[in-house]
């Protein structure tokens, strides 16, 4: 199989999302392939970078998830492929974070600068940025149990960077509800995240 | 945990109150939160009032992807910690100064590097364009502008130039640096497979410029591999050093400038700067030694992945990293070009003498300079001996006693070591400039010792002495009278002379001289150095030895334990030093026959020193050899005689004809005759007593354990009145050397009371084999299996000789030899065969 030119969304993203359009691909072949297209621009943009001063895997995730949304403008059901690519962010930076915690079972807080844990180790994310997401995906797991809908909110909003009103678009639901469930789940989370002496960071 | 139907009232709840007046927002709560009766719901309203305190936090808290993209204002710190480092897309495209940036290529601690080029095309290179990150500005704006002075100051081919400076109009600083392409060093190393040679010639480079930096007065500070960029250029490695950037000018004065500890890097981070103690040029040392460690070996001094950072901390002050060599594995050996063994040999000595110095935790121990650590690696390279030597003076003078046959002409050479070394150390510290007092006073020492050891050689020559005595006597006192008489001011070095005097005493059996030589040695460390130190541990060490020697074993195992908990307490669970104490211990208790105690103990001690040393290191062979004996006495004699083959054959390779090949030739020969095969037993017993006698002389406590030896295997013969000549010559060197109360000596009067017996002289025997006994309680007491073994045998004489009386006085003994024994013990036939003869003759 011969890669698609790296930097460019792949040519079968945008196939895919006329299929989508046409009603002959569902959200979930979306997703997937959404997901595997972050990873597979994150490892590139890492490669490109490797030896010089490195950004961190998220990092590279962020900038990949915006080259891809990027290809998408002006889409004309847009808010729904970002709202596909929010839960692909999501789902990229908790299989790393995962990944990273099955390499350093019973860790704890380096603090070593994050360029440098990349360069050593290679390993996919900090500790704590690993903690960090894996904290945050179980709370978010945990909200979601008790409304789903709040839990879409949150990943449009903070894992795919989506304004208020992308997100409605994306999730079909009003703007005062999109308010309404952020600003829930945002308390509510932070009261979760608190305790741990990971967020910390102030 | 939530309740679904209560969560959509808690967001309607919350989203009202928060527009509620906060002097209102209780009442409010009151009245709305209730359930279906109208009752207040206590539950529901604590929990809006919950979120709604978080509510303010939580926005700022959260942040988004964007916040982390574009460095927002607001806090967005779980954004941050999510998406990592804020980064600064906002550069690109734009002007800055002269020049046009191009792309991001990477956000360090400090802040982004971008690419550029000069916007009116004169240069076609693009340079690295360095921008502090907002957060950060306030914090390192100072430190930034001290970059930008130093870099601009420092001219060399591996230090990366500095081309421009300004500031933006936010204010943030900026400069340019000639853009350098490359990998990081280790990783060039590993990708491009260096071997061990073309590393060290590398790292050369990074000290070339570190050592020219440092000339400018400019120190690194944060020397890692992500700022030793190595690139192939014109077929060879180029490694260009990055980011002065937490560098402060070392002051002309010596005294050094202090840094925040915020952009620290712990893995290469030296002591004193975790403590935030002022750092000097000695911190780019310890750095480049974490960096040559990595280099060499493929792992950090410091394990910092997935590790709180106080046990990092902890590790960086107080735990000194295994030598390289003995981390290697076997994937990093492929990288470098060989396997795991071949790499670890290749580590061995020289690299992890030089990577230790440097690495020193106190700082005055390390190299004095990045132009002593690079010349040591230079002269690695050229295959000429390294300053670096090993840690204690100690170990120098084994090393060198070692290696010399003749005690005497050791001793000057251990002598000349530990001058030729502090007259190293006071050269190199002389040159650095610094620590100017600890230089002055190295000076004194090295150079009142060179007088010392001058007049000593002077002695020494038979032109200059006109002649008179060289004997060995003659030599050893006038050397202990000179040590004594010289070095008032260094008692450390006097007390390591005395010590070393004292070997040579107790190696010609001379135990007296020894003792006092030690006594003094290890009072004079104790006064030096206080009770705690790890020399007082190797003296308490000696003492140990000597005790074991003499026979005296309470006093061993009591010294042995002290040492070995100063050496634990001092230098870690698998020090060379414990190492060496658990092998005495395990002496000991081999000699006291609970040889269980004896196995385990030098097992562990096997363990350590497998570890960490070389196959052909004495202090290896010789506890595979002492762990070769204990097996033998447990009878596992197949077990025992591959370590036997494998002592030997080193033996005969490393010291060639040497009282430790002796031993084990001896050793080896009682496996022979144990497992029936006298003849060769008897060509190797008579081989090691051949060579004792030449090392020796006649009466050496050696010579007489041959003599014993090659007596008992012609007495298995039938070969008595050879065998007793033998013993006769034993018995005589060792009551010499031992006095009267010696387990040697016992053995020597049983041996020769049993041959006597065994060719019809009856009374003559049993009084040499009744003095045995005393002899053997007297040294162990009365209760020891072996004194009570001794009596045993003695019984059996007096049963075959018809002593009905004599022999029955012996049963309450062996009634307590048999409480001792397990059931099935061969021994316990030989108690009844003697009850027995008991019983027929009063029946």
């Known amino acids: ?202 | 945990m939530l309740d679904p139907t209560l969560w959509r009232r808690i967001e309607s709840l919350l989203d009202e109150a928060a527009d509620v007046p906060a002097s209102e927002r209780d009442a409010f709560l009151n009245t709305h939160c209730r359930d279906e009766s109208g009752a207040l719901d206590t539950a529901l309203r604590d929990e809006v009032a919950r979120l709604l305190a978080l509510d303010d936090e939580a926005g700022g808290f959260f942040g988004d992807l964007r916040d982390a993209t574009v460095g927002a204002d607001g806090d967005g710190a779980l954004a941050s910690a999510v998406f990592g480092t804020p980064a600064l897309d906002d550069l690109v495209g734009r002007e800055v100064g002269r020049y046009i940036v191009e792309e991001r290529v990477g956000t360090g601690g400090m802040g982004a590097v971008y690419r550029a080029r000069r916007a009116d095309g004169t240069f076609a290179r693009p340079v690295a364009l360095k921008v502090v990150r907002p957060g950060l500005a306030a914090d390192v704006g100072p430190r930034f502008a001290r970059e930008r002075k130093l870099l601009g100051s420092l001219d060399h081919p591996h230090v990366a130039r500095l081309l421009d400076a300004g500031a933006l109009e936010d204010g943030r600083p900026w400069i340019a640096m000639e853009f350098v392409q490359g990998e990081p060093i280790t990783r060039y190393a590993d990708s491009h497979e260096l071997s061990i040679e073309a590393r060290l010639r590398l790292f050369l480079q990074v000290c070339d410029a570190v050592a020219y930096a440092h000339r400018q007065l400019v120190v690194h500070r944060d020397l890692k591999p992500s700022n030793v960029l190595v690139a192939t250029v014109g077929g060879e490695p180029r490694a260009v050093l990055l980011d002065f950037g937490i560098a402060t000018l070392v002051r002309e004065d010596g005294a050094a400038t202090r840094t925040g500890r915020t952009l620290l890097t712990p893995a290469y981070a030296a002591p004193e700067q975790v403590r935030d103690e002022p750092t000097t040029t000695a911190a780019d040392v310890y750095a480049l030694g974490a960096l040559l460690y990595e280099l060499l070996s493929g792992v950090r001094t410091v394990q910092t992945e997935g590790r709180p950072s106080h046990l990092i901390v902890q590790d960086v002050l107080d735990r000194t990293a295994p030598p390289p060599s003995t981390v290697v594995t076997a994937e990093a050996a492929s990288k470098r070009g060989g396997a795991r063994e071949k790499v670890t040999r290749r580590l061995r000595g020289d690299l992890d003498r030089i990577v230790g110095k440097a690495l020193r935790k106190e700082r005055v121990r390390r190299y004095s300079s990045v132009e002593g650590l690079a010349r040591d690696v230079g002269r690695h390279l050229a295959g000429r001996t390294i300053e670096a030597r090993p840690d204690t003076l100690r170990y120098r003078m084994t090393t060198f006693v070692r290696r010399n046959r003749t005690p005497v002409a050791a001793g000057l050479i251990a002598l000349a070591a530990v001058v030729g070394g502090a007259g190293i150390a006071a050269s190199s510290a002389r040159q650095a400039g610094l620590e100017r007092d600890r230089a002055e006073q190295q000076r004194q020492r090295a150079e009142e010792v060179s007088e010392f050891l001058t007049d000593l050689l002077g002695e020494f020559d038979p032109s200059r002495s006109g002649g008179s005595d060289l004997s060995p006597d003659s030599v050893l006192a006038r050397a202990t009278a000179s040590v004594r008489a010289s070095l008032d001011a260094h008692p450390d070095v006097r007390a390591d002379l005395l010590a070393s005097l004292g070997q040579i005493h107790q190696s010609y059996a001379r135990f007296d001289d020894a003792q006092d030589l030690f006594v003094e040695a290890l009072d004079l460390r104790r006064a030096s150095l206080g009770d705690e130190h790890p020399d007082v541990g190797t003296g308490l060490r000696d003492l140990a030895w000597l005790a074991y020697v003499r026979g005296d074993y309470d006093r061993a195992e009591a010294l042995y334990a002290d040492a070995l908990a100063i050496h634990r307490h001092a230098l870690g669970e698998d020090h060379l030093d414990v190492a060496a104490n658990l092998e005495g211990l395990g002496l000991v208790h081999r000699i006291r026959g609970d040889l269980d105690a004896a196995l385990n103990h030098l097992q562990r001690s096997l363990v350590i020193r497998e570890a960490q040393l070389p196959p052909g290191d004495e202090r290896l062979v010789s506890n595979l050899n002492t762990l070769a004996y204990v097996l033998y006495n447990h009878e596992r004699y197949d077990e025992a005689e591959p370590l036997y083959q494998r002592v030997l054959a080193q033996r005969r390779q490393t010291l060639g004809e040497h009282v430790q090949t002796a031993q084990v030739l001896n050793d080896y020969a009682a496996l022979l005759l144990s497992v029936g095969r006298p003849a060769d037993a008897l060509a190797l017993h008579r081989e090691a007593l051949a060579m004792r006698e030449r090392l020796l002389g006649p009466l050496h406590p050696h010579v007489a354990q041959s003599l014993s030896a090659v007596g008992w295997v012609l007495q298995t013969q039938a070969r008595y009145a050879e065998a007793e000549d033998l013993y006769r010559r034993a018995l005589e060197a060792r009551r010499s050397h031992f006095g009267s109360t010696h387990v040697s000596v016992a053995n020597s009067l049983l041996l020769l009371g049993e041959v006597c017996a065994l060719q019809g002289k009856t009374d003559a025997g049993l009084g040499l084999i009744e003095d045995g006994v005393r002899v053997m309680e007297a040294s162990l007491g009365a209760e020891h299996k072996s004194a009570l073994l001794t009596r045993l045998r003695y019984a059996e004489r007096l049963a075959e000789a018809g002593r009905v009386d004599e022999t029955r006085r012996q049963v309450p003994a062996l009634r307590r030899l048999r409480d001792l024994l397990e059931a099935g013990d061969p021994v316990l036939e030989r108690i009844r065969a003697v009850e027995s003869s008991l019983d027929l003759a009063s029946a």
């Open chain 1, 1 to 202: 199989m011969s890669a698609p030119p790296p930097d460019a969304p792949a040519g079968d993203v945008t196939r895919l999302l006329d299929a989508l359009r046409r009603g002959e691909a569902d959200s979930e072949a979306l997703f997937r392939r959404l997901y595997d297209e972050l990873r597979r621009l994150a490892r590139h943009h890492r490669a490109r970078w490797h030896g010089n001063e490195t950004l961190n895997t998220t990092a590279l995730v962020h900038e990949a998830y915006f080259k891809l949304i990027g290809s998408v403008e002006g889409f004309e059901n847009r808010s729904h492929v970002l709202g596909v690519a929010s839960r692909a962010m999501r789902q990229v930076l908790v299989t790393y974070a995962e990944a990273q915690r099955a390499l350093k079972r019973g860790g704890g807080v380096p603090d070593i600068p994050l360029d440098d844990a990349l360069q050593m180790g290679d390993p996919l994310l900090s500790d704590e940025q690993a903690e960090t997401i894996t904290a945050l995906d179980e709370a978010l797991v945990r909200l979601g149990k008790a409304d789903e809908r709040a839990a879409r909110v949150v990943e449009c909003r903070f894992f795919g960077g989506m304004t208020v009103e992308e997100t409605a678009e994306a999730l079909d639901l009003s703007v005062a509800t999109v308010g309404r469930s952020w600003r829930a789940a945002r308390a509510w989370l932070y009261g979760e995240l608190k305790p741990t002496p990971l967020l910390d960071l102030g």
